[in-house]
């Protein structure tokens, strides 16, 4: 599941995965995120969580290839991610790379309140 939230407030995108994702949740997700995002002025700050992630395979890579270059596009000016068990990242770094070239500033949390002091909250 993918679960997407905004705090227009605080300038703040949230994307949560949770339990098992597969391609077509995030397929599917990219439509929530999209119109969360019109709710955002370029610089907005955005919270990926990967702490209740299970498992995302790498049929999975196109799809948030795609999304980070929609957040991209979109302005994004900070990517705080939530990544407790090193095991689960899929390679985001390396997507990085790819997918935002107007290199937002990125930080990597093992927890949530060690993310939310990275975004001043």
Do not use: W
């Not at 990219?30 to 370029?42: E, I, K, N, T």
């Not at 700050?45 to 995302?56: A, D, G, H, T, W």
């Amino acid at each position: 599941m993918v679960l997407t939230t905004s705090n227009r407030l605080r300038q703040l995108l949230c994307v949560s995965y949770i339990d098992k994702v597969r391609p077509a949740e995030l397929a599917r997700s990219r439509d929530d995120v999209r119109a969360l995002l019109a709710g955002l002025a370029p610089g907005f700050r955005l919270l990926v969580n990967l702490s209740q992630l299970q498992s995302m395979g790498i049929e999975c890579l196109t799809e948030l290839g795609a999304m980070m270059e929609l957040t991209d596009r979109s302005g994004v000016g900070m990517v705080v991610r939530v990544i407790p068990d090193e095991t689960k990242d899929i390679g985001l770094n390396i997507l990085t790379v790819f997918h935002y070239p107007h290199h937002p500033h990125i930080v990597t949390c093992h927890t949530l309140p060690e993310a939310a002091r990275a975004l001043g909250l």
